[in-house]
């Protein structure tokens, strides 16, 4: 019993060490149904992830700084009319659900006048636009947009975006838009369907300059040409398969990988050669021979000639009817063998004779 209490004193000990931040990672999503309750429960630094129950409508809800949050929509829908609610803050997260503009021009803002960087935006359905400001690192996953009046996705001054995945529209001037400086725009997947409008917001001013910043396309589909100058280094314009367009990498810049030295005993690999910009496989590599032993090697093990006299061991003959003397290596492991046997038995003995002074409390 006493054994036992040690044990379990011990284990408490153990998990008191344990961080409190290593429970933190599997925590229950605290669920609201109200605005009021939203706007609690994001005010609170001791929740990290929330769940909506309810559509709600948070207009008016102004700047929110969600730092650290995982906001998860469950499905449901959250509305708020143009500018009337803007997401702020560090590391947060938005997922799986809808987000809409009741009519506006966009549905989503991201960033305002605090810092705002590291935004995860995944399985989101936007009913209008997503707008970016003064937002870097922010990444749309698996995002469904549709432009209303501008753009599906605008990076205002400061915004950096960018698209994974997702479906991308506009019924407004453009599929995208980003200001001329202090934005960036770079898409590595997605579908992108113009409708008629341009891909990218672009115009010049008076002087032949742009006045609107360029994308950087390395990957995705779209139903128009993608321009050269949107292409991002290494990446060159191209169409599919499926008659649709896209930027396909040049492979310009290569590694070799994996590669094995061969040694005596083990054969080596040449390597394999991966593209530096896209990661993908442009030639597999070959195996090379273990090299074995050497020419020097190989004569000095073929050579029998000896110069030197024969010793006298030789030159004696074998009695094949002696008997060899003991070496005692036998003896050796015959005396190991008996001093784990003893000491197996002492111990057993040992172990038996505590036993009973407990029982008989001596």
């Known amino acids: 019993m006493k054994q036992l209490k040690q044990i379990l004193c011990t284990l408490c000990c153990i998990v008191s060490l344990i961080p409190a931040t290593a429970f933190a990672l599997d925590e229950t999503p605290v669920d609201v149904d ?55 803050g560090t590391d947060f997260t938005l997922r ?25 935006v995944e399985n989101i359905t ?20 549709t432009g209303t009046n501008y753009y599906s996705v605008w990076c205002d001054e400061g915004g950096q975006v960018t698209i994974e995945s997702g479906r991308f529209q506009t019924n407004g001037n453009a599929v995208l838009g980003l200001t001329l400086t202090d934005s960036a ?28 910043g360029a994308p950087e396309i390395s990957g995705g589909t779209f139903d128009t040409p993608v321009p050269e100058e949107y292409c991002a280094d ?21 590694q070799v990988k994996n590669e094995k030295d061969a040694t005596i005993s083990e054969a080596g690999y040449t390597g394999d050669r991966y593209c530096v910009n896209c990661g993908a496989l442009i030639e597999k590599g070959a195996s090379i021979p273990a090299l074995g032993h050497s020419v020097s090697d190989t004569d000095s093990a073929n050579d029998t000639s000896d110069t030197s006299a024969p010793s006298s061991q030789e030159s004696k003959p074998v009695d094949e009817n002696r008997v060899n ?14 001093f784990l046997l003893v000491g197996s038995v002492g111990t057993m003995v040992i172990s038996i004779g505590r036993t009973k002074s407990q029982k008989t409390g001596k």
């Open 34 to 88: 109200t605005k009021d309750a939203f706007l609690a429960a994001v005010a609170d630094d001791a929740i990290s992830s929330i769940r909506l129950t309810a559509d709600m409508d948070l207009t008016n809800a102004d700047v929110l700084d969600i730092s650290g949050h995982t906001i998860d929509l469950g499905g449901k829908k959250i509305s708020a009319s143009n500018f009337t609610l803007i997401l702020e």
């Open 96 to 120: 799986n659900g809808t987000f809409d503009s009741k009519g506006g021009s966009y549905a989503l803002f991201i960033g305002d006048a605090g810092t705002t960087d590291n935004v995860l």
């Open 126 to 145: 936007a009913n209008g636009g997503i707008n970016v400001y003064n937002a870097t690192n922010v990444t749309l996953r698996n995002v469904n947009v």
């Open 185 to 212: 725009l770079t898409i590595k997947g997605g579908t992108f369907t113009t409708n008629g409008k341009p891909l990218v917001l672009s115009a010049e001013d008076g002087g032949g300059n742009p006045k609107y």
């Open 234 to 254: 290494g990446f060159a314009p191209a169409m599919d398969e499926n008659g649709k367009y896209t930027a396909v990498c040049e492979h310009l810049d290569t």
């Open 325 to 338: 003397p003991a070496t005692g290596s036998d003896s050796s492991l015959l005396f190991w063998s008996v």
